[in-house]
């Protein structure tokens, strides 16, 4: 673009240049500008030196650039191509390397370095089969990015290597009000004004607008100074139940009487919610709402799914089974808006979308397996022509309305859990760890502690999602010999943070995370190493390529992970350049010989 070209398009764009006034004497052409000025950047970015890899000199340009993507609200031209199109059987498996947008320059690099682009030659980001994938690293774990990052990133892979983000691991918790509940006083001659409150809130949804009554449940919980026995609380029940069937307010099949309990913590909280169960199947209530208070354990992450907030896994089991023994429904106080919440995640979603990304992960916790059903469903259908990836914290597991999936029995919830997003449309997910500040890794190796699933296990998960019709991604705490087994494994893809990353120094925004005593970030020796190990377990697994070449690989990677565990940087540099010699050969073989018929 000369400077003449450069010069007309920013009098047309002079509106965005001045601070205060903004005033527009032509909008459509502002937007005319904005819209070229985004075009041009990405042709001189595409058409740079190398394709795209070496690094572009700053120039008038990128001004023109980041005030059109800021008017704008993102990049207006959309592509059908995202993530969800990449075909890893052909490419090996994806990379997603995680970074707010300052390594963004390093990431691309390393991208187009490795022995697949050079082997193909061309720059096609479904090709290249890299992503930066945008986030912070706080000392919480992962946070959404904003204006500022997503500009970086646009700027440094817009066209080049695909993009991705984490919009939060948490949706934006919202709730309805809490349900109607009448205390009942101690004294038995005050039952009266219990009855008469409960059918004033079922007169309140019986005479709707249109005349049909909406569901309604009242519920009725002893004052907390009552010392009945558990007969005489019996027996109040059974007498506010008869008084409201009496009083004729209430519709039988549209409303009913249930009740409610304040418990404590552990082992006791358990006691009086089982108390409770009992006590409303003796009266005849059909429902019970246990009020709690957020345990420690739950309080760390913020909240935990229903009635787990309040009560340990084990003692939410004993509660659920014993609920469903007695034909009981237990359910916590605070029910989940769950379509309000799935609007909120569309919200940074499509913000996302707009920005030009592949794909964006959408964490569902702390949802109940039920209410991840509806807003896993509308999200999906809402981004049926982009990549929108629901997210399953192995660490956490999965609470249903009767099972608590969590811990030894997390992978149940991740079976169910992979039906049923596949069931509302989800064709690609993110298999994760959500507590970061534990360590924990999603492969486990041998005796160790912090991993979470064997090897063999995250074949069968891997191929029950390819069966299901899912592409799944796979994070937490993946190290360096770990991408060449996932690699082998011939997975869609993967997100690393710790292996492509060196410690920094805190700096920028960052210093405000009291937390943080050192910044992640990845480097391009990081990320090359990755994405050469990763290569390399996939090709070492591909019938395309000859047996010798297959077997050179496998010890020109064992060679190169035993170098790095044993920081001898010259070893290692010895192996990373045979393994990658070996590689762009074995990638050669493989593009020419692949078809559909031939790809495992």
């Known amino acids: 673009m000369g400077d003449a070209d450069l010069d007309g398009l920013a009098r047309r764009m002079e509106p965005l240049a001045r601070a205060g006034d903004t005033a527009v004497a032509d909008a ?29 000199p700053r120039s008038a340009l990128d001004g023109l650039a980041f005030r059109a993507l800021r008017y704008l609200g993102g990049d207006p031209d959309r592509t059908a191509a995202t993530l969800r199109g990449y075909d890893h059987r052909r490419y090996g498996p994806f990379l997603g390397v995680s970074d ?9 690099r390393a991208a187009y370095a490795s022995p697949k682009a050079r082997a193909i030659g061309r720059t ?22 904003g204006p500022n990052e997503y500009w970086e990133a646009w700027r440094e892979c817009a066209g080049r290597i695909l993009m991705t983000t984490n919009v939060g691991t948490r949706v934006n918790l919202r709730t309805y009000l809490p349900p109607p509940c009448v205390e009942i006083p101690p004294g038995p001659g005050r039952l009266g004004e219990v009855v008469r409150e409960a059918n004033r809130w079922f007169q309140r949804f019986r005479d709707t607008p249109d005349g049909r009554p909406r569901p309604c449940t009242v519920f009725v919980e002893f004052a907390r100074a009552t010392r009945w026995t558990g007969a005489q609380r019996r027996s109040a029940l059974d007498r506010i139940r008869k008084g409201v069937r009496r009083a004729g307010v209430a519709v039988p099949e549209r409303h009913r009487l249930g009740l409610c ?33 957020t345990r420690k354990r739950a309080d760390q992450l913020v909240s ?5 907030d309040a009560l340990p896994p084990d003692c939410v089991q004993a509660v659920l089974r014993h609920a469903a023994a007695q034909g009981i429904l237990v359910r916590p106080r605070n029910q989940v808006d769950a379509d309000t919440v799935a609007r909120g995640a569309w919200g940074v979603l499509n913000t996302a979308r707009g920005m030009g990304l592949d794909l964006g992960k959408y964490g569902l916790f702390p949802l109940s397996f039920e209410d991840q059903q509806t807003v896993a469903a509308e999200v999906s259908a809402w981004f049926r022509t982009w990549a929108a990836a629901p997210v399953f914290f192995v660490d956490q597991g999965l609470l249903t309305a009767t099972d608590v999936l969590v811990d030894g029995r997390a992978v149940e919830g991740l079976d169910a859990w992979l039906r049923m997003v596949a069931g509302k449309g989800v064709r690609v997910v993110l298999i994760d760890t959500l507590d970061k500040s534990r360590g924990l890794r999603i492969l486990k190796e041998g005796g160790d502690p912090q991993g979470l699933l064997p090897e063999d296990e995250v074949r069968r998960l891997d191929g029950l999602a390819a069966d299901l019709g899912i592409r ?4 937490g705490g993946i190290t360096l010999p770990q991408a060449y087994r996932f690699g082998r494994m011939g997975v869609f893809g993967v997100y690393v943070t710790t292996a492509a990353a060196t410690t920094v120094r805190v700096r920028g925004r960052y210093r405000r995370d009291p937390s943080l005593a050192g910044v992640k970030e990845p480097t391009f020796e990081g990320v090359y190493r990755t994405k050469l190990l990763l290569e390399a377990g996939f090709l070492a ?12 690989i496998e010890v020109a990677a064992e060679d190169l992970t035993a170098a790095i565990a044993a920081s001898d940087r010259s070893e290692a540099g010895a192996a990373e350049s045979r393994l990658a010699v070996l590689a762009e050969q074995a990638w050669r073989r493989h593009l020419a010989a692949w078809s559909p018929v031939t790809s495992r």
């Not at 707010?100 to 691309?108: N, P, Y």
């Open 261 to 293: 309990v304040r418990v404590g913590w552990g082992g006791g909280g358990r006691d009086a919610a089982l108390r409770a169960i009992d006590l409303a199947k003796a009266a005849g209530l059909p429902e019970v709402m246990v009020d709690g208070v």
């Open 28 to 56: 459509a052409d502002l937007e005319a500008a904005c819209r070229e000025a985004l075009r041009r950047f990405k042709g001189r970015a595409v058409a740079g030196p190398a394709g795209g890899q070496g690094v572009e």
């Open 541 to 552: 697994t591909r019938d395309t390529v000859e047996p010798p070449l297959r077997g050179r």
């Open 100 to 108: 707010e947008g300052s390594a963004a320059g390093d990431i691309r």
């Open 472 to 475: 799944a991604l796979w994070a």
């Open 124 to 145: 096609a980001p479904l090709e290249v089969g890299t992503a930066l994938d945008l986030e912070r690293l706080g000392g919480v774990g992962e946070v959404a990015v």
């Open 304 to 308: 935990r799914p229903g009635l787990l």
